[in-house]
């Protein structure tokens, strides 16, 4: 049955306040009441999964500031686009915990950038142990949305995250069902190998509003389905007895006459959403005030349409915003 209201979700932590991925960033996010916190997974040279939102890092830590990995800048394909930067499989996790997190969008959230460079790295089990101990510090049951990045690339690179985050989980004592655990991906192959590898959670399917899922069209080209078609009646059809829901770009849910929760509801599947943000610089047109980018607008109006579209996640980057609005 879907729910009164949506969980709320804090996304990478409490990022409208604190530089994503980090240890304030989580420990806020569980102060201000969410249900869940989302983290995202990418591995080390030596197989270690660390909390960050991309392999390439200098947009979100000082890599780029220390001298000593001045020669590890490359350009690569990722997901089939060049990207050139510091990446995290090109490091160990020894030499990746000496950096320090930093907020990625200065211009919009000038008070989280004030919080940087004070914090090293997670690693997939620290977060684990961290919201392990917030729920019994806050007296109640806080889950975790795992995010699962570029696992095809991963793959190809000779590092196969299934295995690792299994391995992570068991050692936690995250993956019997005893703690509320969902595993997302925008690639459904992995989401299949988390499931062969016995890990009990409830697996999301993450949906773009356009492209196609990479795994799909390393698989078979151009032939891969869109992410659109995939919530058509019939691609919704098709994920039924595969992943428990799907995970979907706000903005197709802010289009007039979409019928995607309802579709998906009506075959036993959940609907999670991303991201309810509140500044300028986030929300469609309609919603947008005056005070440029990081100045909020009416998020509320834009939040409203998200609730009555009957939701079962959302996730947000202010959770106490979040909290208040979403559980009314």
Same mark, same amino acid.
């Given at each position: 049955?879907?729910?009164?209201?949506?969980?709320?979700?804090?996304?990478?932590?409490?990022?409208?306040?604190?530089?994503?991925?980090?240890?304030?960033?989580?420990?806020?996010?569980?102060?201000?009441?969410?249900?869940?916190?989302?983290?995202?997974?990418?591995?080390?040279?030596?197989?270690?999964?660390?909390?960050?939102?991309?392999?390439?890092?200098?947009?979100?830590?000082?890599?780029?500031?220390?001298?000593?990995?001045?020669?590890?800048?490359?350009?690569?394909?990722?997901?089939?686009?060049?990207?050139?930067?510091?990446?995290?499989?090109?490091?160990?996790?020894?030499?990746?915990?000496?950096?320090?997190?930093?907020?990625?969008?200065?211009?919009?959230?000038?008070?989280?950038?004030?919080?940087?460079?004070?914090?090293?790295?997670?690693?997939?089990?620290?977060?684990?142990?961290?919201?392990?101990?917030?729920?019994?510090?806050?007296?109640?049951?806080? +889950?975790?949305?795992?995010?699962?990045?570029?696992? #095809?690339?991963? /793959?190809?690179?000779?590092?196969? @995250? *299934?295995? $690792?985050? &299994?391995?992570?989980?068991?050692?936690? +004592?995250?993956?019997?069902?005893?703690?509320?655990? #969902?595993?997302? /991906?925008?690639?459904?192959?992995? @989401? *299949?190998? $988390?499931? &062969?590898?016995?890990?009990?959670?409830?697996?999301?399917?993450?949906?773009?509003?356009?492209?196609?899922?990479?795994?799909?069209?390393?698989?078979?080209?151009?032939?891969?389905?869109?992410?659109?078609?995939?919530?058509?009646?019939?691609?919704?059809?098709?994920?039924?007895?595969?992943?428990?829901?799907?995970?979907?770009?706000?903005?197709?849910?802010?289009?007039?006459?979409?019928?995607?929760?309802?579709?998906?509801?009506?075959?036993?599947?959940?609907?999670?959403?991303?991201?309810?943000?509140?500044?300028?610089?986030?929300?469609?047109?309609?919603?947008?005030?005056?005070?440029?980018?990081?100045?909020?607008?009416?998020?509320?109006?834009?939040?409203?349409?998200?609730?009555?579209?009957?939701?079962?996640?959302?996730?947000?980057?202010?959770?106490?915003?979040?909290?208040?609005?979403?559980?009314?």
């Amino acid at each position: 049955m879907p729910r009164k209201s949506p969980l709320v979700i804090g996304h990478r932590g409490a990022p409208g306040y604190r530089p994503e991925h980090s240890r304030s960033s989580y420990e806020l996010a569980l102060a201000m009441g969410v249900d869940a916190v989302e983290p995202d997974v990418v591995a080390t040279s030596d197989g270690v999964l660390v909390i960050r939102h991309e392999n390439e890092i200098s947009g979100t830590t000082d890599v780029a500031d220390r001298p000593e990995f001045a020669a590890r800048k490359t350009t690569k394909r990722i997901d089939g686009q060049p990207l050139t930067g510091w990446f995290t499989e090109d490091f160990t996790w020894q030499e990746l915990s000496i950096l320090r997190t930093r907020e990625r969008l200065p211009e919009v959230r000038p008070s989280s950038a004030t919080f940087g460079d004070a914090q090293p790295m997670l690693r997939l089990i620290d977060l684990l142990d961290l919201v392990r101990a917030g729920s019994t510090e806050h007296g109640r049951e806080i +889950g975790v949305v795992l995010e699962i990045k570029h696992a #095809t690339y991963f /793959s190809s690179i000779g590092l196969d @995250l *299934a295995p $690792l985050i &299994a391995r992570d989980l068991r050692a936690a +004592g995250w993956a019997d069902g005893e703690l509320p655990l #969902t595993i997302e /991906s925008f690639e459904s192959t992995v @989401l *299949a190998q $988390l499931r &062969a590898e016995g890990i009990s959670a409830s697996y999301i399917y993450l949906i773009e509003a356009s492209g196609r899922p990479y795994d799909q069209f390393v698989a078979v080209g151009r032939h891969a389905a869109s992410y659109k078609s995939v919530v058509t009646p019939k691609g919704l059809d098709a994920l039924i007895g595969r992943v428990d829901g799907i995970s979907v770009n706000k903005r197709m849910l802010l289009a007039r006459d979409n019928t995607i929760v309802a579709d998906a509801h009506a075959r036993g599947l959940k609907v999670f959403t991303w991201t309810a943000r509140p500044e300028n610089a986030f929300l469609a047109a309609e919603f947008r005030g005056d005070g440029g980018r990081q100045a909020y607008g009416d998020y509320e109006a834009e939040w409203a349409v998200l609730a009555r579209s009957g939701i079962d996640g959302v996730f947000v980057d202010h959770p106490d915003l979040g909290v208040a609005f979403f559980r009314r």
